[in-house]
């Protein structure tokens, strides 16, 4: 079993830049399918971004795509994702998810069986 730990958010003006971090413990990150969601107030959980275990594949959802980057690093079992030209509604709390069974990248939030906490993102204009 996996346990991840999300850190990194905060608060910024529109335009800034934030690198979250999704830390791992208890398995290597490596053998897992990692996606980040986040979810503003009074609406549904969303994806972001994810990259597969097998060949560090990459999808973004269209609201985020040339802005964000997603990216792991083995060695310290974290996968990143960086967020540049941050807009007001990129808002939201932040959550990484993990899943070893995952040959796609999937954009359910009911296909990652592992989930952080959590990280608040809030970027003002």
């Known amino acids: 079993q996996v346990q991840l730990l999300e850190s990194g958010g905060g608060l910024v003006q529109a335009g800034a830049s934030l690198r979250l971090s999704c830390a791992a413990s208890?398995?290597?990150?490596?053998?897992?399918?990692v996606g980040w969601f986040r979810q503003a107030p009074g609406k549904e959980r969303e994806f972001v971004a994810g990259i597969r275990w097998n060949d560090d594949g990459t999808d973004y959802a269209d609201s985020v795509k040339g802005r964000f980057t997603i990216s792991r690093d083995n060695a310290k079992n974290t996968v990143y994702l960086q967020m540049n030209s941050l807009k007001p509604e990129d808002t939201a709390v932040y959550y990484c998810a993990a899943d070893s069974r995952l040959v796609v990248i999937a954009r359910l939030r009911r296909s990652y069986d592992y989930w952080g906490q959590g990280t608040q993102v809030t970027v003002s204009s």
């Open positions: 208890g398995r290597s990150l490596r053998m897992y399918t």
